[in-house]
């Protein structure tokens, strides 16, 4: 599996990703709540993005669920993270510059919160 460097990390902005969502939420008039189930995304993580007390590496899935919740082209938070300038919500989405790693990763993450929602559904079964 290919591992991301730490200066690969530093050159993410969580704090700006924070900073666009809560500023978008106002916009809307949402909260972290109806955010969360408008993207499918864990409540807890909503919190951990929007308050950016969390920083760790995040599927392609989850910002591209909270860009397209907040009305915004797919890609917005990504930009956003790496310091681009956002797309336009119109704008194409460019598969090419997807890159294998960078789709297994995604996948990684989408089988290990798959697992982490199986795992909580057994509990609750043993527990009746």
Not at 2 to 25: F, G, M, P, Q
Not at 96 to 106: E, F
Not at 110 to 126: C, F, G, N, S, V
């Amino acid at each position: 599996m290919l591992r991301r460097s730490a200066e690969e990390y530093v050159s993410e902005d969580w704090t700006a990703v924070s900073k666009a969502i809560n500023e978008r939420l106002t916009e809307l008039g949402l909260n972290q709540r109806e955010l969360a189930e408008r993207s499918n995304i864990a409540l807890s993580i909503v919190r951990e993005i929007r308050n950016n007390t969390v920083q760790r590496r995040r599927s392609g899935r989850t910002l591209e669920a909270l860009s397209v919740a907040l009305g915004w082209h797919p890609r917005h938070l990504a930009a956003v993270l790496l310091g681009l300038t956002p797309p336009a919500p119109n704008d194409p989405i460019d598969l090419a510059g997807d890159s294998v790693p960078a789709r297994l990763a995604a996948i990684e993450d989408q089988l290990h919160e798959i697992t982490k929602r199986l795992d909580e559904i057994q509990r609750a079964i043993r527990e009746k």
